[in-house]
């Protein structure tokens, strides 16, 4: 579940700015707010059955928009990459500088 | 004309997969494959017009997406800060990893 929560959080971060006013209403309160279905529904006036309804939709839609542009998946190998020049530039000289570089092009073709 | 031409592809790279497939269609036609509106109409059998207001809508729709996600906008800042990189590299001494230890810190924030 902690995983699942995780994840919703990461695509909600990347894609946001795509759903709609109220699934974006909804994911506030329940995923960043901690409020339950119950405590969202007498929120907005509406049914917990309806909040449930829209939240998986929501949840769907920003999988779909994940698997159409992988942004998070991207985001996560861009850290790697990272995480690999570091280890390049603490480590400096020759050798290094020709790792850097080939980290450097994975990078730039990364989107 | 050719910045537009330009501007259209890149964004076009970004966001295709969120367009309708004959908004997909035509973008490809006429910016990829350099047709003509009225070879579009003819070999799509509709009128010019109807070519015309559906690459209008998809042009539009590509900056509503580059306007919320701005993935084109992020993707050149990286370009910027990968440069940034290779000059460090370029020059490495205690000065230069401190450099580029900031450059890395702006890369890893950008999204």
Redesign the interface.
């Known amino acids: 579940m902690l995983e699942k929560i995780l994840r919703v959080n990461a695509l909600y971060d990347?894609?946001q700015?795509?759903l709609t006013p109220k699934q974006q209403e909804y994911l506030d309160l329940y995923y960043l707010n901690d409020y339950s279905l119950g405590e969202i529904a007498e929120k907005c006036s509406v049914s917990r059955q309806a909040v449930y309804d829209n939240l998986k939709r929501a949840e769907s839609t920003l999988e779909a928009?994940e698997e159409?542009?992988g942004?998070f998946r991207k985001?996560q190998a861009?850290?790697v990459l990272?995480a690999a020049?570091?280890t390049c530039?603490a480590e400096?000289d020759n050798e290094g500088?020709a790792e850097?570089?080939s980290v450097?092009k994975k990078?730039?073709n990364l989107?």
Chains 1, 2 share one sequence.
Do not use: T, V
């Open positions: 990347f894609y700015p795509l928009f159409k542009l942004l985001y861009r850290q990272l020049i570091r530039a400096w500088q850097l570089d450097l990078l730039e989107d």
